[in-house]
């Protein structure tokens, strides 16, 4: 079975000319496509005839929302939901003034095995397909009725271990005749594939890369993220210029800060340092806590001197807002917490 919502218009056309139909019948079914129907049925434009073809050699990935979590501070909402294979990933919808941003998962899991977080306490369970990451973006869209205008490539799994994937995502969500989600409104987040980057580069996409460095110091940031075992930090920052070279976009760091670890004037200077030539924006991140350990965020004074330090020493850095803070609106926990699978699954 195809998977069709994975597919671009170009092979949709010609899904359906080999079934005889006219190249119109294709774009009238992407359209529906990114209109998020799950059925064929809901396609009314188009044959019953084309439409039982379409149910004989296709399917479209649609999910099933098995809980919704929805913030009483500021109305956040976590999403898990579950794919096709009974596996659960998670989202989270953020209202912001300019308008509604999603945070989505890219893998089932993670195999980057970061220390602060989540999602990797459980290792990798497969990819996403491009279709399962557009349908966490309609299926958000249809239950609050809302248009979603920002995407953030942020939540379970590393975009750039799913490579061809994440791209071909791009390509379809920025679609004119799909969800038409500027490029220059997505941000795709990695905690440091130094190949993907430079493969990503080549590809010239307007997004906003952002990379999660946490430390400027290799033997903390090793100890954070197994990842600087393979490429350290000159090998990203290295990559990271040629990327910014060759797309001329501004990078966004992220900078989990942890109570005792990476907090510190040292680590501030030292971040200054290593950061220098390159056009960012550091992005200061209070570390959400996770049971399975025992980093902790520093007091709110704490991460001000730390920010203060930052911007005395020329960087632009801002402390990252706080959404959905009763609903644990950080990705990972609420899969890890319902176990994985769907429990009726």
Known sequence: MTDIKSLDLSEIENLITEMGEPKFRATQIFKWLHLGVDSFDEMTDI?????????ESCYIA???????????????????????DGETIESVLMKYEHGYSLCISTQVGCRMGCGFCATGLGGLVRDLTPSEMLAQITTAQKDQNVRISNVVMMGMGEPLDNFEASVKFLQLVSHPKGLNIGLRHISLSTSGVVTGIEKLSDYGFPITLSVSLHSPFDNIRTDMMPVNKKWNIDALLSACKTYQKKTTRRISFEYALIEGKNDTKECAEELAHKLKGIMCHINLIPVNPVKENDNRSPDKNKILKFKNWLTDLGLNATVRRTLGADINASCGQLR?????????S
């Open 47 to 55: 044959s019953l005839k084309l439409r039982e073809r379409l149910k």
């Open 62 to 84: 649609s999910l099933k929302i098995v809980r919704r979590l929805i913030s009483r501070i500021d109305g956040t909402v976590k999403y898990l939901y579950e794919l096709r």
């Open 336 to 344: 890890r917490r319902e176990g994985g699978k769907s429990s009726d």
